[in-house]
């Protein structure tokens, strides 16, 4: 009997083998005769026909489901033979990964060691410090890098405050008019300012300090600021009061002269207020210099020797969880490379793929109806 070669699995087709085998025509003749008779279901050569077509179909379906087996049988053992060495090499992974960890472990123990020593020194240094001196309850002040920069920059604008409004003073007595007022302020204020800074920064903080000598340190150097503030603001004052006199290069050695005679007398009111604003711009220039960092002497650089050894210590210890990061990484990356062909997919998607590349047929058995 005929079969499609294209698909030798197809479902069966009953018009087929009744058009080949001529069974209509057999049977309307039949018909005619009154053939087979009422009693009987089916003709005995119609029993055999049917089991001959029956026996052939069989045989065909077989024969086709064996030679496919057959020929995917090498498919199906490649595709069990990658997922085995798939599998295999995924339990070489922890034994890989465990040593990955030793090597990165030992390379950077060293490293990590001593600057948790250094971090552990630095924190003991720190303990002792604030014990010692009484600090316990309050925390420091901290140093930051904005800190920094906004008190040096405090700094600045007070030096040119106060240059600005001396130039002013000076400028109407001077040959060279505001910009030689200018020059000469400038250098006048920031001698105010850098002194009072100096001595805010430096020395006055030991007023606050557990020592009863350290503190009466502080508290004399307190007093020598007063009094060369007001040394400084006196000498520009008396030279202002020399330039209203008239010349303006004499008015150095006139100033001189007055200051040592009579330190406390001035001649013009502005001269007063020139006093009192050299005064005021040296005290924000010592405040601005105690309050730099914290007031306690030595806390703000104990403190910071901590932060130097605490930032090392996480730093170090970053960059060792970061090389374990990468070597975890690796370590997946390798899995799902594997893994991206497990055995389900190697069975179910790289053999059905092959297997697919010819039609996929049937295998049910065909259902006979006559």
Known sequence: MPFDTLNPLAPI???????????????AAEGRDNFPSPEEMVSIGDERLVEQIFKEMTTHYFDEASDIVLSRDKYISQGINEAMNAV???H????????????????????IDVEFQRFKTAKTALRNFREKNGLLERNVVPLTKARIAFKIALLLLIITLEG??????????????????????????????????????????????????????GWIAFACWIAITVV??????????????GDTFEATKVAWTTFSEAPFT????????????????????????????????GYSKENTKYEEAKKGGISSSQDYKL???????NTSSR???WLQKPVMKLLASKIMRKLSRKPCWNLTTPAITL
């Open 13 to 27: 087709n009953i018009d087929a083998i009744i058009s080949s085998n001529k069974l209509l025509e057999k049977a």
């Open 88 to 90: 295999n090499a995924c």
């Open 92 to 111: 070489l992974l922890p034994d890989q990964f465990k040593h990955e960890l030793s090597r990165e472990l030992s390379q950077n123990r060293a490293t």
């Open 164 to 217: 600005a409004i001396n130039a002013g003073l000076f400028a109407t007595n001077m040959d060279g008019g505001l910009l030689s007022g200018f020059g000469i302020a400038l250098l006048a204020s920031a001698l105010n300012a850098g002194v009072s800074f100096a001595f805010g920064l430096f020395l006055i903080p030991y007023i606050n300090h557990k020592n009863a000598l350290l503190k009466l340190g």
């Open 232 to 245: 400084i603001a006196f000498a520009i004052a008396h030279y202002r009061d020399a330039l209203q006199a």
């Open 266 to 297: 001035l001649t013009d009111f502005l001269s007063w207020l020139l006093w009192a604003l050299t005064l005021f711009m040296g005290s924000c220039a010592a405040a601005d210099g105690y309050t730099f960092r914290d007031p306690y002497p």
């Open 323 to 329: 090389d374990l990061a990468i070597s975890a990484r």
């Open 335 to 337: 899995l799902m490379s």
